[in-house]
């Protein structure tokens, strides 16, 4: 079997192609820490501004207190080409009264599951990019996104 070629890609298009991809992958996986153990699971954003990724999440889940020991995080997504993005960040606990109930106005099934932005299990974290890379299938490659 011939191995694949990748086409190329013009640098300028990588930050494009990438908000694509993040835009298109409903699911992306998020990787924690647990001691020295990495944890991996998939997660529904509920919001995404650039790179810049919303996750909602339960007190009493266990990603909140890897997250609260060591809040660096990475989010890959992932197409059904195999493209993706991985997105490196910090995860920052949202505390801003007014960007809360935005999230919550806009998301049928946080209200669904927990009744009231008010609910005492309810915690949003904000996940900041430090690192943005893209890959296409094949490519072997990596090509760093710039942050603004």
């Given at each position: 079997?011939?191995?694949?070629?990748?086409?190329?890609?013009?640098?300028?298009?990588?930050?494009?192609?990438?908000?694509?991809?993040?835009?298109?992958?409903?699911?992306?996986?998020?990787?924690?820490?647990?001691?020295?153990?990495?944890?991996?699971?998939?997660?529904?954003?509920?919001?995404?501004?650039?790179?810049t990724?919303?996750?909602?999440?339960?007190?009493?889940?266990?990603?909140?207190?890897?997250?609260?020991?060591?809040?660096k995080?990475?989010?890959?997504?992932?197409?059904?080409?195999?493209?993706?993005?991985?997105?490196?960040g910090?995860?920052?606990?949202?505390?801003?009264?007014?960007?809360?109930?935005?999230?919550?106005?806009?998301?049928?099934?946080?209200?669904?599951?927990?009744?009231?932005?008010?609910?005492?299990?309810?915690?949003?974290?904000?996940?900041?990019?430090?690192?943005?890379?893209?890959?296409?299938?094949?490519?072997?490659?990596?090509?760093?996104?710039?942050?603004?």
């Amino acid at each position: 079997m011939p191995k694949p070629t990748p086409e190329p890609i013009d640098p300028a298009k990588v930050p494009q192609l990438a908000a694509e991809l993040v835009k298109k992958v409903k699911f992306p996986v998020l990787a924690t820490i647990d001691n020295d153990q990495p944890r991996l699971r998939p997660v529904s954003p509920v919001r995404t501004d650039g790179f810049t990724v919303y996750v909602a999440n339960l007190k009493s889940y266990g990603k909140t207190a890897e997250i609260a020991t060591n809040p660096k995080v990475e989010l890959c997504y992932v197409d059904e080409e195999h493209n993706q993005v991985r997105i490196t960040g910090v995860a920052e606990v949202v505390i801003d009264r007014a960007l809360l109930e935005d999230i919550w106005n806009s998301n049928r099934l946080l209200q669904h599951y927990l009744g009231s932005v008010d609910n005492p299990q309810l915690i949003v974290y904000k996940i900041v990019p430090n690192r943005v890379r893209f890959m296409l299938e094949w490519a072997l490659e990596y090509y760093e996104v710039p942050l603004a």
